[in-house]
């Protein structure tokens, strides 16, 4: 049965496993380390040439700017998981308070 425009189906696990899915995005991109001090040590002693200094100085200047847009991304990151995650827990608690009111007994013991 395809839903008619009176009808909203959302599937809420898919939508809740999104945010989980997100949320461990995220948190790789927290634990991801900047790597480019590291690579500009290991071109040497950068005294000996102004080349080998121009690189090591683009390195580390590449890893400042990768690593501001890589917070920026995981913010953004962050928000869609809690969004994702918001949203699924707020169509269920709508769908079960829907589904008491079509059937009010329902949830009560006798």
Same mark, same amino acid.
């Given at each position: 049965m395809s839903p008619t425009s009176s #009808? %909203?189906?959302?599937d809420i696990d898919l %939508?809740?496993?999104? +945010?989980?899915?997100? $949320?461990?995005?995220s948190d790789d991109f927290g634990s991801a380390n900047a790597r480019g001090v590291e690579v500009a040590a290991l071109l +040497?002693?950068?005294s000996v040439s102004s080349d080998v200094q121009d690189l090591a100085s683009v390195i580390r200047d590449f890893d400042k700017k990768w690593d501001d847009r890589r917070n920026k %991304? $995981? #913010?953004g990151i962050d928000a869609l998981s809690d969004a994702a995650t918001q949203i699924a827990d707020t169509f269920q608690k709508l769908d079960e308070q829907l589904a008491d009111a079509l059937d009010p007994g329902a949830g009560q013991t006798p």
């Open positions: #009808e %909203l189906r959302m %939508l809740r496993n999104a +945010g989980t899915t997100l $949320k461990v995005i +040497g002693d950068t %991304l $995981k #913010e």
